[in-house]
């Protein structure tokens, strides 16, 4: 089994910045692609950002600009540092991750945390 643990979410004026963390730990032998989802009560889980092992990345158009995905592949952890914070970016983020166990080396799943509220106050 795998877990992530997201931190650094929290209240922040417009205009502020926050960076979040998650950490995956338990069977891993290689994490593929790691990323971050937002979603609102009611709504779909949207793309923001994904990394890929190699450090490829890819953003939501709307916040491109403004956050930074990275990654630290000895921790196994991915990143977002957002800046420039609007109240439109008030959601509930979530970690994913695509990893391969030891015990099954030919299958990737898909792993999530379990989701920390970011709100931007105007």
């Known amino acids: 089994q795998v877990q992530l643990v997201e931190s650094g979410g929290g209240l922040v004026q417009a205009g502020g910045s926050l960076r979040l963390s998650c950490a995956a730990s338990g069977s891993i032998f290689n994490i593929n692609r790691m990323g971050w989802y937002r979603q609102a009560p009611g709504k779909q889980r949207e793309l923001v950002a994904t990394?890929?092992?190699?450090?490829?990345?890819n953003y939501a158009e709307s916040v491109k600009g403004r956050f930074t995905i990275s990654r630290d592949n000895a921790k196994n952890t991915v990143y977002l540092q957002m800046n420039n914070l609007t109240p439109e970016d008030t959601f509930v983020y979530y970690c994913?991750?695509?990893?391969?166990?030891?015990?099954?080396?030919?299958?990737?799943?898909?792993?999530w945390g379990q989701g920390t509220q970011v709100t931007v106050s105007s």
């Open positions: 994913n991750a695509l990893v391969i166990s030891p015990q099954a080396m030919d299958v990737m799943r898909n792993y």
């Open positions: 990394i890929t092992s190699g450090g490829s990345t």
